[in-house]
């Protein structure tokens, strides 16, 4: 048993892959077989995967999830910024340049509406519930545009960690929202062509939330949707900690 741990160990990040490809190979086959494809594999992974990161957090005492159990300390390195900002960015690679100059102003608008509006609606209900203070109110509505946008603004104004915790939570909720809603309003709202795509990942911005919907509906509009979500993540990045900061601090002080 210690020479299997031992090459576990040493292999952390193979591991790492090896789980979760086979917790999305679950995740796939419960929705098929369970929700008909109604709640795609991606959601389900995503809830199997908080749970699964709290019981770790639970068993081990640590901060990590899994990642705090030796084996699986590679679930840290899979799950850190720079593969997940790879992951992002490559999604734009299967787009076509003509249709995303067929989206014109409306790409870009649906971008502004969506960071702007996720934010006010973020702040506001960080307010109803009794914070006052700029740099929570900040992170809060940061976070209600998507979970990466939250910490990028809690860590450069100086927020509490509870609070940058919370906008995780709030990014995260989005982005199961928009997943498992995408395939339900799809045909009512038109989200049947390229155009479509690019406006309403611009509206939504969580980049996980959006491309999972997608798939969900259509696997041939998830790069389209997926690079207006990912340039709404670094809008809300740069607006975040500056503009919007700025603005709150002149609104309620501090």
């Not at 649906?110 to 509006?117: D, H, N, R, S, Y």
């Not at 100086?158 to 915790?165: K, L, Q, R, Y």
């Not at 982005?175 to 989200?191: H, N, W, Y």
Request: hydrophobic share 55%; with cysteine; charged share 10%.
């Amino acid at each position: 048993m210690e020479t299997i741990s031992s090459a576990l160990q040493k292999n952390d990040l193979l591991v790492a892959f090896v789980v979760v490809g086979a917790l999305m190979l679950l995740s796939g086959w419960l929705s098929k077989n369970l929700t008909r494809g109604r709640l795609h594999g991606s959601a389900i992974a995503i809830i199997f995967g908080l749970g699964l990161a709290y019981w770790g957090g639970v068993a081990t005492g640590g901060t990590h999830g899994l990642a705090d159990f030796a084996v699986l300390s590679g679930l840290a390195l899979m799950g850190g910024s720079m593969l997940r900002d790879f992951a992002i960015v490559s999604t734009a690679f299967g787009v076509d340049l003509k249709e995303i100059k067929r989206s014109g102003i409306t790409g870009v608008l649906a971008i502004l509406l969506g960071v702007v509006v996720s934010f006010i609606v973020g702040a506001a209900v960080a307010w109803a519930f009794g914070y006052r203070d700029a740099e929570s109110l900040a992170t809060i509505g940061a976070g209600a545009a998507t979970y990466i946008v939250g910490p990028v603004t809690g860590t450069a104004v100086g927020a509490s960690s509870e609070v940058i915790a919370l906008s995780v939570a709030a990014g995260l909720v989005k982005s199961v929202v928009v997943m498992v809603g995408t395939p339900m309003i799809a045909k009512v709202i038109g989200l049947n062509n390229p155009k479509s795509a690019m406006a309403f990942g611009g509206l939504m911005g969580t980049t996980s939330g959006v491309a999972g919907g997608l798939a969900a509906t259509d696997k041939r509009l998830v790069p389209y949707g997926a690079m207006t979500a990912t340039f709404y993540t670094g809008i809300g990045c740069l607006l975040g900690p500056s503009l919007f900061y700025v603005a709150i601090r002149a609104i309620v002080g501090g």
